[in-house]
């Protein structure tokens, strides 16, 4: 049953009425229930280390002042959702720890991952300054903290520092390249080729755990495919052959990387 106390409960209730978008419905509710746990943590914006990762690494103290009077942060457990496709922004999530996944719903029901995000990065920002649904969701891939700043924060941070926007123009920027690259890739490298680039990738992206071979990020096989672009048993069937190559081991779920450049050589990339 939901709850419809309160200013959101009312707005809920509102949207019932007025909208018969059940996207549009599945957003108020995930927003309610994101709000109701705004308290789980909280984290100082001036002593934060994650805002030196991110585009808000150069704002002035006054600004830091006024997003830290206005944001709110969360944990999420892995799997647990922080927006919706197809869900309205209402400002940007900035990751504090952890992992998460950017991913979209094709036509026939597969999901299909777009980017990570970690450490620093920043999430959401391009529906909110597009004025646009959400075309991707958002999901925890491990345990994470993250940090909600209302849209009108941004939007006046932008207008009053020059170098904030040339930030995020440079972030917009660097994620079309991603997409361009992504897409070529996806055209002309074949899958074997694209299976060990994603593996490097993802370990740039999130690193390697204490003994040197692990990545710190772990992924279902299913993931694993989507990620490349391929189906669950060819992913399944090449990281069997990397296997046997020597190319890397396998500890549970985890992937260890034993030959780096021996990917390199099968990603076709001179490092």
């Known amino acids: 049953?939901?709850?419809?106390?309160?200013?959101?409960?009312?707005?809920?209730?509102?949207?019932?009425?007025?909208?018969?978008?059940?996207?549009?419905?599945?957003?108020?509710?995930?927003?309610?229930?994101?709000?109701?746990?705004?308290?789980?943590?909280?984290?100082?914006?001036?002593?934060?280390?994650?805002?030196?990762?991110?585009?808000?690494?150069q704002i002035a103290p006054d600004e830091v002042k006024i997003i830290n009077e206005n944001k709110w942060c969360q944990s999420l457990e892995k799997g647990q959702q922080l927006f919706?496709?197809?869900?309205?922004?209402?400002?940007?999530?900035?990751?504090?720890t952890g992992k998460i996944k950017i991913h979209q719903m094709g036509d026939e029901g597969r999901e299909q991952i777009?980017?990570?995000?970690?450490?620093?990065?920043v999430v959401g920002y391009r529906a909110m300054l597009a004025g646009e649904k959400y075309s991707s969701s958002a999901t925890a891939i491990d345990t994470t903290s993250i940090c909600f700043i209302p849209k009108n924060v941004i939007f006046s941070l932008i207008e009053k520092d020059a170098n904030?926007?040339?930030?995020?123009?440079?972030?917009?920027?660097?994620n079309l390249k991603h997409a361009e690259e992504s897409i070529l890739h996806l055209a002309q490298k074949p899958v074997r080729e694209r299976m060990a680039e994603s593996l490097?990738?993802?370990?740039?992206?999130?690193?390697?755990?204490?003994?040197g071979i692990t990545m710190s990020v772990s992924l279902s096989r299913e993931?694993?495919?989507?990620?490349?672009?391929?189906?669950?048993?060819?992913?399944?069937?090449?990281?069997?052959?990397?296997?046997?190559?020597?190319?890397?081991?396998?500890?549970?779920?985890?992937i260890q990387i034993i030959d780096v450049p021996g990917l390199l050589k099968v990603a076709n990339i001179h490092d």
């Open 200 to 211: 490097l990738f993802l370990k740039e992206m999130y690193g390697l755990e204490p003994d």
């Open 164 to 174: 904030f926007s040339i930030q995020l123009i440079k972030l917009l920027s660097s």
């Open 1 to 57: 049953m939901l709850p419809f106390n309160g200013f959101f409960g009312r707005f809920l209730l509102l949207g019932f009425f007025l909208c018969d978008n059940p996207i549009f419905l599945l957003n108020l509710v995930l927003f309610k229930k994101i709000m109701s746990k705004k308290e789980d943590i909280q984290h100082d914006c001036e002593h934060c280390h994650s805002r030196y990762k991110s585009i808000f690494c």
């Open 223 to 254: 993931e694993i495919a989507t990620l490349v672009g391929t189906a669950t048993e060819t992913a399944i069937r090449l990281l069997s052959e990397f296997k046997s190559k020597k190319l890397l081991s396998f500890e549970g779920r985890k």
């Open 84 to 96: 919706a496709e197809g869900a309205y922004p209402h400002g940007i999530f900035c990751v504090n």
């Open 114 to 121: 777009v980017r990570f995000a970690k450490e620093g990065d």
